[in-house]
């Protein structure tokens, strides 16, 4: 793991390191904070508009706003959450996306520490071949996914517990992603200190001990790092959900957002409301993961 | 050692496989549908969708069968996708009588003389165009449900009261007008070229004008080629207009410009243009979307698409959808019935959001002066001709209005786009 | 292999791992409880209808049906005579395959460069978190609205595109990025190389703090410069993370399709010119219902994408090795 905190380059110690340092300071910065206000000029450019009555959104550019700050209204929001249904959907989104982002997590960090660590036949050769899966095209594999679903009863609820018909797509969308998952965390699980899980298995302690003690609490940023990815996928996901959800109450709100499109108008200020209410659950997930993000995507490739 | 590891992958390949074949192997029975409930799918979305529903909800009201209305606005994509896999919903309402074609050839959908609508009941309440457009091989397979007109073009009534234009009636005076614009400064027109259906429903009001509708007919149904010199000298007519002094923003400003966009660019808050060429929906798109200070009449009006060769006259170029059904019991043939009556029609136009086809339904029960000018034009039309891009099979339709954008941008290629067209043409209509 | 002066220190790889009592069968056993569960979905959800995919791929396949069977017939047509998937009938060619290459080494390369370069320059600075929010924030929006967003930038009308604001500012003409064959394929690279730097910056940046100190401060001890210390020092040691970023960089790039399909509308914009191979699958299996042919496009890049993913696997395999 990671044990240096001081940055890097902080103190150059020779002469040359000094002057450069000196002379690249105020460039840096002026480079640094440019590029990232241009960077996110696009996405306050959507902020703005998401605030702005549609009439003028077609009219003229969102920096327009500023010479006319009163123009600015809630509407767009208002007509997004009020709409039938919305809130609906906003617990579908939330009821498909964090079993479908949990399910993968735990069977895919079940799966890597087997390729890691448990050295069973064709290992590797399975290995290979789920890495290559992450090819599969979504797609193609809906026809596939519906039929089965329908066969199997995958999108109806059971045993009376309306949640239970999204069994079908926790589990679509949990194929999809554990691919990724043992990829990222078999590279991850690889790197750990082997004389720890050694000592482990000397004191006899069995496999799942093994991975219940030592691998997953030192493998925490790993974790939270694919769960970020595959949280933000699932919850933009419109093509599944729109394919493989039949009923209109089960839909997550990327369905129902395109509900509100007509055929011929683009109701751009209705996307943009959409588009910032879809970003805030991501957002918060983001944010208060960000520091296990940063150092578990070292995953198995840089060894600390 | 690098050959025995693929050896082992490949091995495990097999058993991993074969394990996920065996599983499925073993299923169970379809699902069941809820009886006293179908599903009725199509792409309108917005207040098109609220119309709709308060269409619904009266039937639901009259018969208690709920009506679950989905919305896909890929249309084409859910529907195959939903077909392959065996989970069609009872009911779909299809903008594109192309795809109804297809799937009436494969089977997909029923016969509704077989579902108690029969020939009589149909023609009683639709002229013989929609009938026909229903019509697959002799039987009838989809009823009209709402209609519109793309013939018509919106112009700005304050601008040309302004410099003394009066609308066109001709193509010479639809030139000139054109003219007098430019040479008074301002920009004729806008063209939201970049959707590239605004750009067929161009070709196909000129073509309709130039070449005939018999010919129209046979062009969108495979049975002559685009390489016809009739279709290039359509095309030479359209680009009178469509050319870079006439357009805002010139030839590729307009490629680079969406379909709502062009329409802000003649009706929006700061106007750039003065003409802009689509169909009846542009009003409440201009009046709700774009600027809600217009007024119908003093700043934004239409005019029906002029003359080009006298003898073909004023052909109506329009679209519509069909509703058509996947499955056949009493729910589904009871709205079919109640879908395709005037007192459903009547309910939908009083919306204001559609025009109706079914000649049953009252003008009066119109809400507005655009929307009933739309329908008087639809009603009155002698010749109704289809749009012609959603009679084309497939993704054929989405390749001629990319073709036509290479046109418009290099019109000097257009012999040999228009053959490496109809090389695609050939191939989706005979079914490769 | 190890020129790299760390590996002594470092945790070797678990491939030789002693043994649990009961052998061979018993670790079998134990690696199936594992992974079998994962293993169990992967099969039914993903291995399946892979497996449905490739097989339609030799049929005609019209409604996912397995009739009329056509051997290789479908790949050929592909290589042969689909002017959309690959033209060769003028120099240069065109065509999906043509455009994905050109997406391939333009998106890979641009989201490499700026990542690499964000990360190395954000750690010089007090205000890193914060800058790399900022860049990352878009991965957070969905690909479509990633497109819509990037259609008002491009605008061609200077009062509603912003860059053709800015140029209309200067006192340019505006230049219609979505609306001229040679700018569109270039513009929708872009919009996604926006939306996707923030990913490679993060884990370039994170790799880099990897580095232990005593080496770049034993080089700068040495006399070694800023440059010179990027390129012999850290870029070696970054070798692998980068790695990793290219496989989620090329895995992105075979499968995209949304942003192209917001952007250049069903008809991959003029011409058909920003048409790439996912595009081109979706239209022929979900659009025209020519299933078998679109599993034929599908399969065709699944063999195109194979190799890659064997070198990157092998790739990581190696950093065992050196570990």
Known sequence: MASIEAPVLATPTTLSGRIVRALSRSPLHIVLIGVALLWTLPTIGLAITSFRPRSDILSTGWWHAFGDLGSLTGHNYSLVLHSAGMGQAFLNSLYITIPATLLPLVLGSLAAFAFAWI????????????????????????????????????????????????????FAHTAFGLPLAIFLLRNFFITLPKDLVEAAR????????????????????????????????????LLMALVLIGDPHRQPMTVKITTLLSTYGVEFHLLAAAAFLLMIVPLIVFFSLQRYFVQGLLAGSVKT | MKRRKSLIASAVAIAVLTAGLTATAISAKPAKKHAGTIEVLSLWGGSEKDAFIKVTDAFTKKTGIKVNYTTARDFVPVIRTRLAAGNPPEVAIIPRPGVLADLARQGAVKNLATMGLSSGYIRARYSPAWVKLGTVDGKT????????????????????????????????????????????????????????????????????????????????????????????????????????????????????????????????????????????????????????????????????????????????????????????????????????????GTIWVSTGAIVSPNRQVKGGAYPNSLVRKEAKQVASAKVFLFDGSDLLPGSLGDDWGSTLQGILQSPGSMKSKLSSFQAKAKKAFSGG | MSTDPLSASLPRAPAHAPRLSGGKGRET?????????????????????????????????????????????????????????????????????????????????????????????????RYEPVVKSMIFVPMAISATAVGVIWLFVYSPDPSIG??????????????????????????????????????????????????????????????????????????????????VVTVWLLINVIKVFD????????GGGINGGARVIAFNMYTEALVNGRWGYGASIATFMFIVLLPFMILSVTRFRSSRVIA
């Open chain 1, 119 to 170: 050295p069973f036949p064709f290992r590797d050769g399975v290995f290979l071949l789920i890495v290559a899966l992450m090819i599969v095209p979504i797609q193609m594999a809906l026809v596939p996914l519906l039929k089965l679903f329908n066969d199997w009863q995958l999108n109806k609820p059971h045993l009376g517990i309306d949640q239970l018909g999204f069994v079908g797509i926790w």
């Open chain 1, 202 to 237: 000397i004191d006899g302690a069995s496999n799942f001990e093994i991975f219940r003690r030592i691998v997953i609490p030192l493998s925490v940023p790993a974790l939270a790092s694919y769960g970020i990815f595959q949280f933000l996928w699932v919850w933009n996901d």
């Open chain 2, 141 to 344: 397979y989809g009823v009209a449900a709402k209609a519109n007109s793309k013939s018509v073009i919106w112009y700005r009534p304050d601008v040309f009261k302004s410099l003394k234009l009066k609308p066109a009636t001709t193509w010479a005076q639809l030139l000139a007008v054109t003219k007098k614009l430019k040479a008074k400064g301002k920009t004729p027109w806008a063209q939201g070229a970049k959707d590239s259906w605004t750009l067929t429903d161009w070709f196909e009001n000129v073509y309709a004008r130039t070449a005939g509708p018999a010919k129209y007919q046979r062009l969108f149904a495979g049975k002559l080629s685009f390489s016809d010199a009739s279709v290039s000298s359509a095309l030479r007519t359209m680009l009178q207009i469509l050319q870079n002094k006439y357009l805002a923003g010139g030839v590729q400003g307009a490629l680079g410009t969406g379909f709502v966009d062009g329409i802000g660019q003649v009706f929006g808050k700061s106007p750039k243009a003065n003409m802009y060429m689509e169909g009846g929906f542009v009003g409440g798109i201009a009046l709700d979307q774009v600027n809600t200070a217009l007024r119908p009449g003093k700043t934004i009006d239409s005019f029906p698409w002029p003359t080009i060769k006298p003898a073909y006259g004023h052909p109506l170029v329009g679209g519509g959808d069909l509703a058509a059904a996947f499955t056949d019991n009493a729910d589904v043939r009871s709205f079919l019935k109640y879908i395709s009556s005037s007192e459903a």
């Open chain 3, 29 to 125: 056993l134990q690696g199936l409880i594992f992974a079998g569960p994962a293993l169990a979905v992967l099969g039914l959800f993903l291995v399946y209808p892979a497996v449905q995919t490739i097989r339609l791929a030799f049929y005609r396949g019209f409604g996912f049906k397995f009739e009329h069977y056509l051997g290789l017939q479908n790949f050929k047509d592909l290589l042969t005579s689909d002017p959309d998937f690959l033209d060769r009938s003028h120099f240069p060619p065109t065509g999906a395959v043509v455009n994905n290459l050109k997406w391939l080494v333009i998106y890979t390369l641009a989201c490499l460069v700026f990542g690499l370069a964000l990360a190395v320059l954000t750690v010089r600075v």
């Open chain 3, 162 to 243: 912003l860059i053709n604001a800015v140029i209309h500012g200067i006192g340019g003409s505006p230049i219609s990025f979505l609306g001229r064959p040679d700018t569109l394929n270039y513009a929708i690279i872009f919009a996604y190389v926006w939306a996707s730097t923030g990913f490679a910056m993060v884990v370039l940046s994170a790799a880099l703090k990897g580095i232990p100190t005593e080496i770049i401060e034993a080089a700068r001890v040495d006399g070694a410069g800023e440059w010179a210390i990027f390129r012999r020092v850290m870029l070696p040691m970054l070798s692998l993370p980068i790695s």
């Open chain 3, 259 to 266: 942003i192209i399909y917001v952007m250049a509308g069903p």
